[in-house]
């Protein structure tokens, strides 16, 4: 795989360019956006990894202009971006891929930048940081046939219904305008809420005081390997989904996922039912909000398996479904 890195900070772009190296990845640098440009020209990359600020123009004109021309259609794009660089609705008008902030480690951001492109190749690179934790799938197994059901009798006619006189109803009694009040408003991406979840919400949601880490698209990065990037990292906080049919939410303590919500379900039903559901539909959208994980959620932990256990059910499901 090949990738190009656009940073005008020589010193901040070797240091990424000798992390990427190490993943078996064959790296250029370019120090503006034009020199990126250039070297597409010559050499096509599988994928840019821009800053926000470059010399000559911004990381979301760069990504423009790659997007309009024909010669770089596949090319993915990352930029590298504080939480007042880039909001969800911006990245996703300019077509980026994904959004890594600019307080995140190097050692953070390879295995997400690896298993973007990993997704793209259908390989597993060399020295690849985050090997997949899924299984090879079952073969598929031919559909047994079912045998017509029997017949059944019909049922026995009902009894008539026996009719009760109802009693009168108690007059309501008074509530005085004071003791009324409002419901609490529900926290975004809590159980009730999560199923309206709309791309627009992300920006609200980064409103809320918490720093925006990464977003990007699900059609460019499997659900399984979103988790594992963020379990890997050991990381706390909320990971918010919009799909086409809804909204979900998917909480994390250190690396491990402890609560799910998707619709009305809750738990490993709902963790199933998003990572299925973003398999099918192959698009929607991700950020990820960092924080306590126990404060981001309405609901106690109602997760107990580990990340590995969890995509394992979900491939095991989704193999018998087949």
Known sequence: MKILVVDPD?????????????????????SSGSFALTMLEWNKQDVIVSHARIDDMDGHELCGIVRSDPSTEGVRFVLIASAEQASPAETSAAGIDLVLPSSMTGSMMVPLVVQLVRHDLGGTPAHDPLPSALPAPAPVRAPRAVPPPAAVPPPPPAPAPVVVPKAAPAPPVPVPAAAASPPAPRAPGTNGGAGTLRLSDLDAVGAEGAVKTF????????????????????KSGRLLLVLASGGGMIVFMSGRVVHAEFGAK???????????????????????????????????ATISKSTDQLLLSVATAMDEER
């Open 10 to 30: 020589r010193a901040r772009a070797n240091d990424l360019q000798g992390l990427l190296a190490a993943s078996g990845a064959e790296v250029s640098v370019a």
């Open 215 to 234: 977003q990007g698209s699900l059609g460019v990065m499997e659900m399984e390997e979103l988790v594992q990037a963020i379990s890997m990292g050991g």
């Open 266 to 300: 809750s738990g490993e039903p709902a963790f199933e039912a998003l990572v299925t559901t973003a398999h099918r539909e192959r698009s929607g959208k991700f950020c990820f909000i960092p924080g306590d994980g126990r404060a981001s959620s309405s609901a106690a």
